[in-house]
């Protein structure tokens, strides 16, 4: 029998982490963040790309994308050969942790259901990464597959379509890249389940919070935001007129 405590902790994680991902993917859409700024950059990587004729630094940039992934999938296989030798000895890990000072002990079909619940989190990630990875190795093929910058066959209009076709390619990666880096933030918050229910959930609170500030409040933000010039609805409004 799973205590209730222990049931409002996972549903209120599952709200925190499932919630809070469908509420940044909308805002996106309207609201200055790390994920669109960075699509501008993308953008304007791409069309700087099309324009040299040498392509090196870029595929080195494609390259260097593809390894972080790499690493932290790898760290995922890691980490979750440890979780199923845990699993093999849930009596031993039940006994380290009731020696914690406010630890809720609870039954094994909690904590196997705990350490299930860590493993999901990183099987998770490990997906987002390799995705990320497949999808960086696309980019790289379209770097090197770039129409020429001596080209005179291939119109403008075709040199912008390329560009930001490519540039969303990476997006993609990034934003799957990103996904996998959140697990991470959600498994630190499964790691306090192990201590007590309410820490569940104060730590599940706390990497919402976190997370926000980061993709929508933080210092980076407002100085990639300053690198770039954007319109201005009112400006433009008062020149039409």
Not at 41 to 51: F, Q, T
Request: glycine residues 4%; aromatic residues 14%.
């Amino acid at each position: 029998m799973i205590p209730l405590l222990d049931l409002m902790a996972l549903a209120w994680f599952l709200i925190c982490w499932l919630g809070y991902s469908e509420y940044s993917r909308r805002k996106a859409h309207d609201r200055p963040c790390l994920s669109n700024t960075l699509d501008l950059y993308r953008e304007d990587w791409m069309r700087a790309m099309l324009k040299r004729s040498n392509r090196i630094a870029d595929a080195s940039v494609v390259g260097n994308l593809e390894r972080n992934g790499a690493f932290f999938a790898s760290s995922c296989l890691l980490i979750l050969a440890g979780l199923l030798t845990a699993l093999g000895y849930t009596q031993e890990v039940m006994e380290v942790f009731s020696t914690l000072p406010f630890a809720s002990s609870g039954n094994r079909s909690v904590w196997e259901i705990r350490l299930f619940m860590l493993m999901l989190v990183f099987v998770y990630a490990f997906f987002k990464f390799t995705w990320s990875m497949r999808m960086y190795n696309f980019a790289a093929v379209l770097v090197g597959g770039a129409p020429l910058s001596d080209d005179k066959q291939v119109s403008p209009a075709s040199r912008e379509a390329f560009a930001q076709s490519s540039a969303r390619v990476c997006s993609l990666a990034g934003d799957a890249f990103n996904l996998g880096l959140r697990s991470y933030y959600y498994a630190l918050a499964v790691v306090t389940w192990f201590v007590h229910p309410a820490c569940f959930i104060i730590a599940s609170t706390l990497v919402v919070v976190i997370l926000y500030r980061r993709e929508f409040r933080s210092d980076a933000l407002d100085t990639l935001r300053s690198g770039k010039v954007f319109d201005d609805p009112v400006s433009k409004k008062g020149d039409d007129q």
